[in-house]
């Protein structure tokens, strides 16, 4: 709607069963063509999210989050299944999903994340 709190979507978190982790890279960056632009591993050295940039002057990202089919949930891997729009002032961003009643838990607070990025 006009008057929001972004315009721009910039990236799509997807959930991928770890079983398809090789297929799935394969395809976003040789079939597709996408540029890999972060990796990162868990403790244990699996890979736990790549991310590809799309074509164009924006940073938009498809970012894929790699997590273990019998613990495929919202909960596995963090965020997974989710979207992130870019804002230019958290705190306005924040009371506008307060305002709208998206923001209702503590849990929903704007925080730096694991990238030291501001997030909510």
């Not at 721009?8 to 890279?25: C, F, I, K, M, N």
């Not at 991310?51 to 596995?76: C, H, Q, S, V, Y």
Request: aromatic share 10%.
């Amino acid at each position: 709607r006009a008057g929001g709190f972004s315009a721009h979507l910039q990236h799509l978190g997807l959930a991928v069963s770890r079983a398809q982790e090789d297929a799935t890279v394969a395809f976003y960056r040789d079939t597709v063509g996408l540029a890999e632009v972060f990796r990162m591993s868990n403790a244990e050295g699996k890979l736990q999210l790549v991310k590809f940039r799309l074509p164009g002057p924006r940073f938009d990202i498809i970012e894929l989050i790699f997590t273990d089919g019998d613990k495929l949930n919202k909960w596995a891997a963090g965020a997974i299944y989710h979207v992130n729009f870019a804002v230019k002032d958290i705190d306005r961003a924040y009371c506008h999903l307060l305002a709208g009643g998206l923001a209702t838990q503590d849990g929903h607070r704007p925080k730096v994340n694991a990238e030291r990025l501001w997030a909510i």
